[in-house]
């Protein structure tokens, strides 16, 4: 093969390589794709709706209005589980726990013979188990006594509590008398005026209780009767 021919296999290669560039360019101009206006990739986000609030947990009522519809048999149904770690029966002694037989009403920390934590030993100092008392131990006692041994979670339940609390009193021999609600009275708005029953004198149907009396009237003494007139001389006569 002379000079001449490869000459003309290497210029049709470059002349195919000239083709193909130009035919890149022109593609590139014709189906070129539009400029973003900012650099970068839009990542589509899904927007979250703020949560609503929550609504605030309603006020724990006070153990003596639980206590007023508290069952004594739940309580004892519930009170089962306390049987794991505590005697309910009396006489019976300790398990893991003190005894409960009439635990209402006695000095905290008081069973002889049981070992207590040295932190409910600081909380009894004088204090007793009273309905209360055993209502705040009973939601949380790691919360109620911090470093005390009891294990036991709680009772999360204010109705249940009542009901244990109802069936640890009646588990005695001189179960205490249920304490009752206080009834409060209300308060009359500030400003208010005093009716007229509370200053002691009830005004009269439909007349204000403001009102100004008006002065009796002065009776009329009846007209006296007309004097009869004199009578004329007679004349005798002649």
């Known amino acids: ?4 021919e490869i000459n003309k296999i290497l210029g049709a290669l ?4 000239l083709l193909l560039l130009a035919v890149h360019l022109a593609s ?13 990739y839009i990542v589509q986000v899904k927007e979250e709706q703020p949560a609503a609030p929550t609504a ?14 508290a069952s004594v048999q739940r309580g004892a149904d519930t009170a089962k589980e306390c049987e794991v770690c505590h005697n309910l029966g009396k006489g019976q002694g300790a398990k893991i726990g003190p005894d409960l037989y009439g635990v209402v009403g006695r000095p905290i920390a008081s069973e002889a013979g049981f070992n207590y934590s040295s932190a409910l030993k600081a909380k009894a100092k004088g204090a007793n188990w009273t309905f209360d008392a055993l209502n705040i131990w009973l939601t949380n006692p790691q919360a109620d006594v911090p ?9 999360p339940s204010e109705r249940q509590r009542a009901d244990v609390i109802a069936y640890l009193n009646s588990n005695s021999d001189h179960p205490l008398p ?27 149907a439909g007349t204000p209780a403001n009102a100004t009396k008006a002065p009796a009237a002065t009776p009329t003494p009846p007209a006296s009767p007309a004097a009869p007139a004199p009578a004329a001389p007679s004349t005798p006569a002649k």
């Open 56 to 69: 605030k947990a309603p006020a724990e009522q006070p153990i003596e209005s639980l206590l007023a519809t």
């Open 14 to 17: 470059l002349g195919t390589c």
């Open 178 to 204: 249920l304490p009752k609600a206080a009834q409060s009275t209300p308060t009359p708005p500030a400003g208010a005026k005093p009716t007229a029953s509370a200053a002691g004198t009830p005004p009269s």
């Open 1 to 4: 093969m002379d000079s001449f």
């Open 147 to 155: 470093g005390t041994l009891m294990t036991f979670a709680g009772i």
């Open 28 to 40: 590139g101009t014709i189906f070129s794709p539009p400029v973003a206006a900012k650099p970068g």
